[in-house]
């Protein structure tokens, strides 16, 4: 497809429940990125791979959330046990070369996630 | 650890009106500088970048220009239009030097 896509764009889960979002990256693009946003708030960092390496899983908030990029295209991120604070937008991005500062990220336009 | 500051919004202007959204940056080293946009119901998309001190970053009539010494990234448009209402980002890199730093986002509502 011409951008990055994410499905769903809304989900509901009850408190709880294991939940799987999916990215569909630009083709070809090397770098994925996984951002949470919260109500108000910017966009904070998750997880980030190069192809299918997962370099950088430091921004992931607990061991309730696993990434995962096996052929290096479709990313999902899994939310086990989902709790109230993890209702936000998770936004994926994706870009061209392999992480160099200065390199223009892609968005999808999230999915929105609320627990219940 | 590296922290952004912007203005708080929402900003609203009348159309053709001069339009300023501070950002301000802590960071380790020098980042690339980046602001982004968000239209209602769209994603986020770049709007602007600077990747050095004093380069000056432009799109759409948007300016913005790295200022090392006082570590700010303010963006600027001389005459905002009604299509310009946004959430407007400000985000250096982190220091991994891949990742996004986001501020708050500061919303904009343009009048006719």
């Known amino acids: 497809g011409a951008g990055v896509s994410q499905s769903p764009r809304y989900k509901v889960a009850k408190r709880g429940q294991d939940v799987a979002l999916r990215c569909d990256p630009i083709s070809g693009h090397v770098s994925l990125f996984w951002y949470q946003q919260a109500l108000g708030q910017g966009p904070e960092f998750l997880t980030y791979f190069q192809n299918e390496a997962q370099l950088d899983k430091s921004g992931l908030p607990s061991d309730r959330f696993f990434a995962e990029r096996p052929e290096g295209s479709v990313s999902t991120l899994k939310i086990q046990r989902t709790q109230q604070e993890d209702s936000a937008v998770y936004l994926c991005?994706?870009?061209?070369?392999?992480?160099?500062?200065?390199?223009?990220?892609?968005f999808g336009q999230g999915t929105r996630l609320t627990v219940v | 650890g590296d922290s952004v500051t912007q203005m708080e919004g929402p900003v609203t202007l009348s159309e053709e009106a001069f339009l300023t959204i501070n950002c301000t940056y802590t960071?380790?080293?020098?980042?690339?500088l980046f602001w982004y946009v968000q239209y209602p119901g769209e994603g986020l998309q770049l709007l602007l970048k600077?990747?050095?001190?004093?380069d000056k970053g432009s799109n759409k009539g948007f300016e913005a220009t790295y200022r090392k010494e006082t570590t700010s990234f303010h963006l600027e448009k001389g005459s905002v239009q009604v299509s310009d209402s946004a959430v407007y980002f400000c985000a250096p890199n982190s220091n991994s030097g891949y990742a996004l730093n986001f501020g708050k986002g500061t919303s904009l509502l343009v009048t006719p």
């Open positions: 600077a990747t050095k001190a004093d």
């Open positions: 991005a994706s870009s061209l070369g392999g992480g160099s500062s200065g390199a223009e990220a892609f």
């Open positions: 960071a380790t080293g020098y980042p690339s």
